[in-house]
């Protein structure tokens, strides 16, 4: 059974840099055809798709945030990082970790809640 994890500071300030870590366990983030994702949902809105890291380490983003997100991992203690820089108060939203593969999103983390203020 994969879990995943987030865990980062609950509040930032505009204009600075958000940094989550997602820890995975039960599987490793190096396991081909699987990619880890980072997902967010804004109070009141639906699900936005940030971006992903793959199994072997490339990236892609939306379009709508690529100018501002960065996702990296660390394969020695198997965890993936989202970075999202320039905040501001419309980046405050519950954020996820979750693992795609074979046309589905198999496992996400419990989300964790960010708020952007001053």
């Known amino acids: 059974q994969v879990q995943l994890q987030e865990s980062g500071p609950g509040l930032v300030k505009p204009s600075q840099t958000l940094s989550l870590t997602c820890t995975v366990s039960g599987g490793s983030i190096t396991t081909n055809d699987y990619y880890w994702n980072w997902i967010r949902q804004p109070p009141g809105k639906g699900l936005e798709w940030i971006g992903y890291i793959t199994y072997s380490g490339s990236t892609y983003y939306s379009p709508s945030l690529k100018s501002r997100t960065s996702i990296s991992r660390d394969t020695s203690k198997n965890q993936f990082t989202l970075q999202l820089s320039s905040v501001t108060p419309e980046d405050t939203a519950v954020y996820y970790c979750?693992?795609?593969?074979?046309?589905?999103?198999?496992?996400w983390g419990q989300g964790t809640q960010v708020t952007v203020s001053s």
């Open positions: 979750a693992q795609y593969g074979y046309k589905y999103f198999n496992y």
